[in-house]
């Protein structure tokens, strides 16, 4: 199915690589006008090169998110060159595969950092700018945000608050005509998350066996998910956590931490 957001102004939050940046090309590709952030420059002027080859219009900005008036100052110059924001996708994370033991103090912040506080500065810092009534915002989660996993006490700590923001935004400005969601993707092929979390071929195999579809999911599915929760197709669904894992999540998941562990030895 073919979208059409012409016109519309779509927010990528950590939209440079990965999932996140699949979400932009497949908006890109619907004709919105579209813009991105993440931390490095160089990552940001390569995704804009990208997004540009679409035809429409692409801005950039290289922000952290765990820096709150950097995050606002990019939602300030984003309205003023684009207008108000019709969609937002708040997808910024962070991890590595560690036993709880293992992680320190620091590591354990620096996730909650980047996947919840950052997700709360994103949504927060974007809410004046967001069009009212309509404006879809949308939160990528992970399987791990309700499945306790092996070796991500910090992810699953960290997103299981991104669930708990994106369920309280929606009872709160869902009175404003704005819907907030949020997507849980399965295994991506050729993400840095499965990269770090399937490290060789055997867990790589383990992965894919455990999911009940058999196969890895693309960036391309996600993005066609945020734009259909984005369309007037799901103009009455919101604060709902959306898996697109290919049944993943019903049980296989479990496979991942058999994976990790075998992977790193243990």
Known sequence: MSYDYSGKTVFVSGGTSGINLGIAHGFAKAGAKLAVMSRSQDKVDAAIAELKAHGGEVIGFAADVRDYAAVDAAFKDTSLRLGNIDVLISGAAGNFPSPAMGI??????????????????????????????????????????????????HVCAAKAGVD???????????????????????????TEGMRRLAPNERATELV?????????????????????????????????????????????VTAMGSGIKKAMGG
């Open 104 to 153: 320190s103090p620091n590591g354990f912040k620096s996730v909650v950092d980047i996947d919840l506080l950052g997700t709360f500065h994103v949504v927060r810092a974007a809410f004046p700018y967001l069009t009212k009534p309509g404006a879809s915002v949308i939160n990528i989660s992970a399987p791990q945000a309700w499945i306790a996993l092996e070796f991500q006490m």
């Open 164 to 190: 708990m923001v994106t369920r309280v935004a929606a009872i709160e400005w869902g009175p404003l005509g704005v819907r907030v969601n949020s997507i849980s993707p399965g295994p991506i092929e050729g």
């Open 208 to 252: 894919r066996d455990s999911v009940p579809m058999g196969c890895f999911g693309s960036t391309d599915d996600i993005a066609q998910a945020a734009m259909w929760l984005s369309s007037p197709l799901a103009r009455y669904v919101t604060g709902v956590v959306l898996p697109v894992d290919g049944g993943w999540s019903l049980g296989g």
